[in-house]
């Protein structure tokens, strides 16, 4: 049972273009949102993360958007450069639940073209 | 902060065989969790520790599986009698002791990645 679906499963982007990847979850406990990219041989590395009761959150390039009725969240990679050539994960978890598992999606794989 | 540090990054195993990792978490963190994570694949849950205590398991980890933590520090996730389908990266992670999930983000480590043969 996957509790947060991620799309695309790839992604092309050219250098200077801007990379959307998005999730939808269904678990109405969850109620917090990180996203966390990943180089070859790596472990993953928190990137950025959005409590419910904002709409957005941005960090330099990157930027994520929340829908809570819809029940989905995206990432916005601004100006994609060819180090940003990584997996990339969402996730879930219930924000006052800090023990209990952080649930990823399957990843998407960005290519940035120089 | 040095980071979490896992051993060995590589372990390649015949069928049948037992192994175990370590994982050394950040100094002042009191969670620590292993994830498994296949090609192409997210990270997926196996169990947590809060301190030395066990707290939660996932149905993935099965009888073949034991992790533990001694003295709450430094932790060892063994898989006995290996088969070809365990064959993946094992990634651990720490985290403090934050009842705010948004103030105790997960730190991992590089993995070990286990290949049986």
């Known amino acids: 049972q996957q509790q947060v679906k991620q799309s695309p499963q790839s992604l092309i982007v050219q250098k200077g273009g801007i990379s959307i990847i998005n999730c939808a979850y269904e678990?109405?406990?969850?109620?917090?949102f990180p996203w966390y990219q990943q180089f070859p041989g790596k472990g993953p590395a928190l990137l950025i993360a959005i409590r419910p009761d904002v709409s957005e959150k941005k960090e330099g390039r990157f930027t994520i958007s929340f829908n809570k009725s819809a029940k989905q969240f995206s990432l916005h990679i601004m100006d994609s450069q060819p180090g940003d050539s990584a997996t990339y994960f969402c996730a879930a978890r219930g924000r006052n639940q800090a023990g209990t598992a952080l649930i990823f999606g399957k990843g998407t794989t960005l290519s940035v073209s120089s | 902060d040095t980071g979490v540090s896992q051993n060995p990054r590589h372990k390649i195993t015949k069928r049948g065989q037992n192994v175990t990792f370590r994982c050394d978490p950040i100094?002042?963190?009191?969670?620590l969790y292993w994830y498994r994570q296949t090609l192409g694949q997210g990270p997926e849950f196996l169990t947590y520790f809060q301190n030395e205590a066990q707290l939660e398991k996932s149905r993935l980890l099965s009888d073949r599986f034991s992790a533990e933590r001694p003295k709450g520090s430094f932790s060892t996730l063994e898989i006995q009698r290996t088969e070809q389908g365990d064959s993946a990266m094992y990634l651990c992670a720490s985290s403090r002791d934050r009842q705010d999930s948004y103030n105790s983000p997960l730190h991992f480590g590089n993995g070990t990645r286990l290949t049986v043969t």
């Open positions: 678990n109405t406990a969850f109620d917090y």
């Open positions: 100094s002042e963190h009191n969670r």
